[in-house]
């Protein structure tokens, strides 16, 4: 492993909360982040030329990252 980011995103308004048993992040926890774009702008730059990259739910990583 090169390097780790770890960072809380701020979901888009109206987004539900299914699984906060799970992990514990509910609305609360997530208020004060920044939203996913603000927090592509830093990471971006990490990740160009990767050509590996972990993903829990890669799949859907994947499409997210690309909108960016």
């Avoid at 609305?27 to 990490?46: I, Q």
């Amino acid at each position: 492993m090169v390097g780790e980011h770890e960072t809380l995103i701020r979901p888009p308004p109206g987004t539900s909360f299914d699984f906060v048993s799970l992990h514990g992040i509910g609305p609360e926890t997530v208020a004060g982040a920044r939203p996913f774009a603000a927090v592509w702008r830093s990471v971006r730059p990490l990740v160009e030329g990767v050509w590996f990259f972990a993903a829990h739910n890669a799949a859907f990583e994947r499409r997210v990252l690309r909108a960016c």
